[in-house]
T-cell receptor, first 116, second 112 residues
Framework: KAGVTQTPRYLIKTRGQQVTLSCSPISGHRSVSWYQQTPGQGLQFLFEYFSETQRNKGNFPGRFSGRQFSNSRSEMNVSTLELGDSALYLC???????????????FGSGTRLTVV | AQSVTQPDIHITVSEGASLELRCNYSYGATPYLFWYVQSPGQGLQLLLKYFSGDTLVQGIKGFEAEFKRSQSSFNLRKPSVHWSDAAEYFCAVYTGGFKTIFGAGTRLFVKA
């Protein structure tokens, strides 16, 4: 079956702009999580969605937002981009067992965002 | 506070040698633990996971990990490393609240 698909793979944006990243989870996976990966901070949790509801959010400013659609596809948006937002943004989907995502993640290949 | 510590930023081993990557976690309840591998420019791939039961878990690509509650550790091992194992390895713990936290990663270099 198809894996987790993230689009686009690469993106270059200018400071102050906004960006939208997309993630299509594995069929049947209803939980989608987003992570930011940078060399200095490692993998930082952004947020998690299930059934179109955000169930948890990491310590990121309000410029970072997301949503999930009825088909479980998810998008994240970053407004007013800053240089420090340059990172690899990873989406991960998982099965939800008894209300918890304990199956481990399947990650997409990520979107490499560069802010100039 | 919940955390995952991977003490080694990078490790170099010779091809064919054994490997052990260390992971320590801090979590009050029964942990759900994972190891992932990331090749350059790619996302992470799940190697193995521990939820309960047998403390020695087998994963893909010949990897195994042992959960030791008394040491709060979940070390990853492989008896014989192949050049294709060169990558970055991440230990992770599911903390509840639909959130998983990751260690900083250990980069593995394999010498020919």
């Amino acid at each position: 079956k198809a894996g987790v698909t993230q689009t686009p793979r690469y993106l270059i944006k200018t400071r102050g702009q906004q960006v939208t990243l997309s993630c299509s989870p594995i069929s049947g996976h209803r939980s989608v999580s987003w992570y930011q990966q940078t060399p200095g901070q490692g993998l930082q949790f952004l947020f998690e969605y299930f059934s179109e509801t955000q169930r948890n959010k990491g310590n990121f400013p309000g410029r970072f937002s997301g949503r999930q659609f009825s088909n479980s596809r998810s998008e994240m948006n970053v407004s007013t981009l800053e240089l420090g937002d340059s990172a690899l943004y990873l989406c991960a989907s998982s099965l939800v067992v008894r209300g918890q995502g304990l199956g481990g993640y399947t990650f997409g290949s990520g979107t490499r965002l560069t802010v100039v | 506070a919940q955390s995952v510590t991977q003490p080694d930023i990078h490790i170099t081993v010779s091809e064919g040698a054994s490997l052990e990557l260390r992971c320590n976690y801090s979590y009050g309840a029964t942990p759900y633990l994972f190891w992932y591998v990331q090749s350059p420019g790619q996302g992470l791939q799940l190697l193995l996971k521990y939820f309960s039961g047998d403390t020695l878990v087998q994963g893909i690509k010949g990897f195994e990990a042992e959960f030791k509650r008394s040491q709060s550790s979940f070390n990853l091992r492989k008896p014989s490393v192949h050049w294709s194992d060169a990558a970055e390895y991440f230990c992770a713990v599911y903390t509840g609240g639909f959130k998983t936290i990751f260690g900083a990663g250990t980069r593995l270099f394999v010498k020919a």
